[in-house]
């Protein structure tokens, strides 16, 4: 658990973004066969947002490839707050998000889901027709390093390719 995989430890480690792409060996082929057709990766991505300084380098990631975007789905998941404030937390992350998207330079969908983080980032994006998960990462405790963060969580259970943007 905590060695993980080559892919992993490279996005850990990486001071620039990261693009993460799942294959597979084809034996018969005797060849890599991509789950993705890179022209269209960034066609659709959901930006997982936060709200923290790791949501504003996710924006500034934007600038790479913004030109190829058709449309992106902004997430934040509730995932704080007592039982009592969930719906006025949600309501509060949506006005937040779609500040954000105000800002974008391509159209967006907003979405807000409660939850927890990363199941919600790996429920969301396929059954919203999401191309990319954009997720930011930030240095680990030691918490994080027995269970996962949420970054890892999604880096390691993801059917889509993954757009790892360092925070610190």
Same mark, same amino acid.
């Given at each position: %658990?905590? !060695?993980?995989?080559?892919?992993? @430890? ?7 973004? $990261?693009?993460? $792409?799942?294959?597979?060996?084809? =034996? &018969? ?8 057709? /890179?022209? =269209? ?14 949501? +504003?380098? !996710? ?14 789905? #902004? #997430? ?8 009592? +404030?969930?719906?006025? @937390?949600?309501?509060? /992350? ?20 409660? &939850? ?6 790996? %429920?969301?994006?396929?059954?919203? *027709?999401?191309?990319? !998960?954009?997720?930011?990462?930030? *240095? =680990? @405790? ?5 269970? *996962?963060?949420? /970054?890892?969580?999604?880096? =390691? ?12």
């Amino acid at each position: %658990m905590l !060695i993980g995989s080559t892919a992993a @430890n490279v996005a850990r480690v990486a001071k620039k973004p $990261v693009l993460l $792409v799942r294959y597979e060996w084809d =034996r &018969g082929k005797k060849a890599v066969k991509c789950y993705w057709d /890179a022209r =269209r990766v960034f066609d659709r991505p959901l930006f997982a947002l936060d709200f923290s300084k790791c949501t +504003e380098k !996710i924006i500034q990631t934007t600038e790479l490839f913004k030109e190829l975007v058709k449309e992106a789905i #902004l #997430l934040h998941v509730v995932d704080y707050g007592k039982e009592s +404030e969930v719906e006025e @937390n949600i309501q509060k /992350a949506t006005q937040k998000v779609k500040e954000i998207a105000e800002k974008l330079d391509f159209p967006s969908e907003v979405v807000v889901h409660s &939850g927890d983080a990363s199941k919600e980032i790996l %429920m969301t994006a396929p059954s919203v *027709g999401a191309t990319l !998960i954009v997720i930011g990462k930030r *240095g =680990r @405790n030691i918490l994080q390093l027995l269970m *996962g963060s949420t /970054a890892e969580i999604v880096i =390691r259970n993801s059917v889509l390719p993954v757009l790892i943007v360092p925070c610190d």
